[in-house]
């Protein structure tokens, strides 16, 4: 309505079904890419408190405490956490130990962390957002002053490469979501290799359901109805 009322709007064709379709579009597909990206972290925490063994869940994430400009308080989370002294299986626990290890080794002038593994999820990382990244640092600042060894782990394999570099020359573990890679480079490998879980067959075995529900929901946001 706000477009047909609109002379200049309705004098160049902005007064179309296609442009209120067009508009919710572009809002619909942030929170796609949100709710994948929400979806993503859930599953990865579930299949780290499975392959851990942990008994209480709160071992399976971390958060910590930080100051904002104007002073005050805030608290921020990180999607998951091998918590080292918690792993009850005990192939699992080895085999993060020896993969911190190996990893460790390829970053410059790090100690091997004592406390584990914490995780940040993302389903891609498109986007070069500067305080985003400047974000991130600061979160794998933390984790290393706690003894932990920060990790993104990113379900797909579009994350540019400039951000790869950046967050490796600060000391950070990066998985992507590539088939071929090895368990220091690849997140299924390393969920497959490390954790014992095949995360990639997952996704293979129950893609016809989600893509059935990914298509419905595209055809809803690019219907112009």
Same mark, same amino acid.
């Given at each position: 309505?706000?477009?047909?009322?609109?002379?200049?709007?309705?004098?160049?064709?902005?007064?179309?079904?296609?442009?209120?379709?067009?508009?919710?579009?572009?809002?619909?597909?942030?929170?796609?890419? %949100?709710? #994948?990206?929400?979806? /993503?972290?859930?599953?990865?925490?579930?299949?780290?408190?499975?392959?851990?063994?942990?008994?209480?869940?709160?071992?399976?994430?971390?958060?910590?405490?930080?100051?904002?400009?104007?002073?005050?308080?805030?608290?921020?989370?990180?999607?998951?956490?091998?918590?080292?002294?918690?792993?009850?299986?005990?192939?699992? !626990?080895?085999?993060?130990?020896?993969?911190?290890?190996?990893? /460790?080794?390829? !970053?410059?002038?790090?100690?091997?962390?004592?406390?584990? #593994?914490?995780?940040?999820? %993302?389903?891609?990382?498109?986007?070069?957002?500067?305080? %985003?990244?400047?974000?991130?640092?600061?979160?794998?600042?933390?984790?290393?002053?706690?003894?932990?060894?920060?990790?993104? $782990? #990113?379900?797909?394999?579009?994350?540019?490469?400039?951000?790869?570099?950046?967050? %490796?020359?600060?000391?950070?573990?990066?998985?992507?979501?590539?088939?071929?890679?090895?368990?220091?480079?690849?997140?299924? $490998?390393?969920?497959?290799?490390?954790?014992?879980?095949?995360?990639?067959?997952?996704?293979?075995?129950?893609?016809?359901?989600?893509?059935?529900? #990914?298509?419905?929901?595209?055809?809803?946001?690019?219907?112009?109805?």
């Amino acid at each position: 309505m706000l477009y047909s009322a609109d002379p200049f709007y309705s004098w160049i064709g902005l007064d179309s079904d296609l442009m209120y379709a067009a508009h919710r579009a572009a809002g619909g597909m942030t929170s796609v890419y %949100r709710q #994948i990206g929400i979806g /993503c972290e859930r599953l990865f925490r579930a299949v780290i408190m499975d392959t851990a063994g942990y008994t209480d869940p709160k071992f399976a994430t971390w958060s910590y405490t930080t100051k904002t400009q104007s002073g005050k308080t805030k608290k921020l989370s990180l999607d998951g956490r091998l918590e080292l002294d918690e792993i009850k299986n005990q192939t699992v !626990l080895t085999n993060v130990k020896d993969w911190m290890n190996k990893y /460790c080794d390829n !970053l410059d002038e790090v100690t091997y962390p004592h406390n584990g #593994i914490v995780f940040e999820v %993302r389903q891609g990382y498109k986007s070069k957002d500067s305080k %985003r990244q400047n974000a991130d640092l600061d979160s794998a600042t933390v984790a290393w002053a706690n003894d932990y060894l920060p990790v993104f $782990a #990113i379900f797909s394999s579009q994350i540019d490469p400039d951000i790869v570099l950046r967050y %490796r020359n600060n000391r950070c573990g990066i998985l992507m979501g590539t088939i071929n890679g090895n368990n220091q480079t690849s997140l299924y $490998a390393f969920c497959e290799e490390i954790l014992g879980y095949d995360l990639a067959d997952f996704f293979k075995r129950q893609s016809t359901v989600i893509k059935n529900e #990914i298509h419905d929901v595209l055809e809803t946001l690019l219907s112009a109805e």
